[in-house]
């Protein structure tokens, strides 16, 4: 199967294929958004829960598409 999209709906696409690839949003952000995001998950929540771990090779590092922008290709995966 082949789909093209564009804008909004390509980034809702790639954001339900990255939780199929077991990535999530704050794998995409850079530089001071990355950051704060990550500090923020490694302080203790309201809740008194600590940060979460995440599974090995489930990490950005992992993918070989890890600097993939916005745009989206449905495409055999490799």
């Known amino acids: 199967m082949h789909v093209e999209a ?11 294929v990255d939780h199929l690839d ?3 949003f704050i794998d995409r952000l850079t530089g001071e958004d990355r ?5 923020a998950l490694r302080e203790p929540s309201a809740g ?3 940060p979460q771990r995440r599974a090995a090779g489930a990490g950005p590092e992992s993918r070989p598409d890890a600097g993939s922008g916005s745009s989206f290709f449905a495409g055999p995966r490799t």
């Open 22 to 24: 077991g990535r999530l």
């Open 6 to 16: 564009a804008g909004l709906l390509a980034a809702c696409f790639q954001h339900e």
């Open 48 to 50: 008194g829960k600590g």
């Open 35 to 39: 950051r704060h995001a990550m500090r």
